[in-house]
């Protein structure tokens, strides 16, 4: 009787163990490391072209961005975590919340810039897109992007899909807020990519043809209204003028898109190697660690990298697609669409930028350029999909098959 009862006990545990692994591969299986892969792939880029860029900024510590970059990605990455472990059906606490959260930090950005403007008035009293924190600087506009994701998924799910006319004013407001406040610090280049993500989360969401039509028109207006009437910077105009009549421009104006299509142009095939090029070295190139970080690659890496970093973001946003595809709710596919907006406007907006195809806004290049906020952002734009593609896989769609 008593070795029956070990035997039974034996059995009952190795099956418990069993299905124990079970239970943890299954989960494991859920994940999408096609997509963690892809992102981790691009920070390591980053980093390794953010020291290339900066290395001769600072002779005495050439590390000193580096240093800085990898302490964003950590932070990122735990971001990435957090926001793809909760779940993001549970988001009705957290979603108005957090867009609150996001509009009063663009809110305080006002309220550092004028007590800048009131003690000092020197070059930094012109910057108005940061929140001083002790030794790092936050910039909410790309925070806010996420923070307008959230609300308006959240709210079309709270409604049922039921966007009436009145409905969708709703929606256009919880945005209209946040831009205005980006546009005014002014950050054009968000602003912007901010509207890109409002019109495919409208898209998404069921909005009619005629809404999205009357849409663009006023946008359309306002955009010209504040062209005609020079509402913009004079350094934002100079930008669009260069870019739509660039044979008028002044060699001033085009000169960030000259030094970025030489580098670029300089770079060739394979490129001029890894930490050389004499533009970069020379630091030719104006916010080359940021902006124009793209430039950076194509002198040094070539045509070769350049072709493999676009790769790695085709694969991003081929599992993003995958995501929204797979999501059973209306929640889950707005959450990865606005971060397909994101991410995949931005990188084409920076490249685009850096070869003379779109024109020159401030929008740094995603997991690769330089700076603490947006890699924090694009980290948590990560995180949604991952979070929906693990509570929406299954075992005959498993999110890490291609």
């Known amino acids: 009787m008593v070795t029956q009862f070990y035997e039974t006990t034996n059995s009952v545990a190795s099956k418990y163990g069993t299905l124990k692994k079970t239970t943890a591969w299954s989960k494991l299986r859920r994940v999408d490391f096609i997509l963690v892969l892809a ?12 020291y290339s860029a900066t290395k001769n900024y600072y002779p005495h510590e050439p590390t000193y961005f580096l240093k800085r970059q990898i302490l964003y990605v950590i932070l990122g990455i735990i971001v990435m975590l957090i926001t793809s472990c909760v779940d993001y059906r549970k988001l009705e606490y ?14 305080a950005v006002f309220a550092f810039h004028s007590q800048i ?75 912007v990519v901010l509207s890109v993500v409002l019109v495919s989360l409208l898209i998404v969401a069921g909005v009619r043809l005629k809404f999205l039509l009357l849409l663009g028109i006023i946008v359309g207006g306002i955009a010209f209204l504040m062209i005609h009437e020079h509402l913009l910077n004079s350094y934002q105009l100079q930008r669009l003028t260069s ?7 002044s060699s001033a104006s085009k000169y960030q898109l000259t030094q970025t299509e030489n580098a670029i142009g300089i770079g060739g095939v394979k490129g001029s190697g890894l930490f050389k090029g004499s533009l970069v070295n020379l630091n030719y190139i104006p916010e080359l660690y940021a ?27 081929y599992r993003i697609i995958h995501a929204a595809k797979i999501s059973k709710d209306i929640m889950g596919k707005l959450l990865a669409v606005g971060a397909l907006g994101f991410i995949v406007f931005s990188a084409f907006q920076n490249i685009g930028m850096d070869i003379g195809l779109m024109p020159i806004t401030g929008i740094p290049l995603p997991f690769i350029s330089y700076g603490g906020s947006a890699i924090l952002a694009f980290f948590a734009a990560a995180g949604l999909v991952l979070n929906v593609e693990y509570r929406n896989a299954n075992l005959r769609n498993k999110a890490w098959i291609v």
């Open 291 to 317: 902006d124009t970080i793209f430039a950076a690659i194509g002198e040094q890496l070539g045509f070769i990298g350049s072709v493999i970093v676009i790769g790695l973001y085709c694969t991003v946003t």
């Open 243 to 249: 870019f739509f009549n660039p044979n008028g421009a």
């Open 94 to 107: 957290l979603a108005y919340p957090l867009y609150g959260l996001s509009v009063l930090m663009l809110l």
């Open 39 to 50: 992102v981790l792939a691009l920070a390591a880029i980053g980093l390794i072209i953010v």
């Open 117 to 191: 403007s009131t003690t000092y008035s020197g070059p930094s009293a012109s910057a108005q897109r940061w929140i001083p924190l002790g030794p790092i600087q936050l910039q909410p506009s790309e925070i806010s992007v996420i923070g307008l994701i959230c609300a308006i998924a959240w709210y079309v799910q709270s409604n049922d899909r039921d966007l009436r006319p009145r409905k969708i004013l709703t929606i256009l407001l919880l945005a209209a807020i946040p831009a205005v406040l980006i546009v005014k610090q002014p950050d054009l280049g968000t602003g």
